[in-house]
């Protein structure tokens, strides 16, 4: 007996990985090969992978860059506030 197959059906209901393509310019592919000498890593999507990781505890997710962040985005709001009003 042999399960017939439904199209657009899942039939696992937990997505085990998630894959996207990734196109790079010639600069960013140099910063790339350069990040897997630096990683000493061969693979492009393991670098790739390692290097966001990297980026994402070091930069992103950082208390400190979040404030510095915050910071500079209420200023920039507050400006666009500031260059839009109109006085009479």
């Known amino acids: 007996?042999?399960?017939e197959k439904v199209p657009f059906r899942r039939y696992n209901?937990?997505?085990k990985a998630d894959a996207f393509t990734v196109w790079l310019n010639s600069e960013e592919r140099e910063q790339l090969e350069a990040a897997k000498k630096i990683l000493e890593q061969e693979r492009d999507s393991t670098a790739f992978k390692q290097a966001a990781s990297i980026g994402f505890s070091i930069l992103i997710g950082d208390q400190k860059t979040a404030t510095i962040l915050?910071?500079?985005f209420k200023n920039k709001r507050?400006?666009?506030?500031k260059n839009n009003?109109?006085?009479e």
């Open 1 to 3: 007996m042999t399960l």
């Open 13 to 15: 209901e937990k997505k």
């Open 70 to 72: 915050g910071i500079v």
């Open 78 to 81: 507050n400006n666009k506030l």
């Open 85 to 87: 009003a109109t006085f």
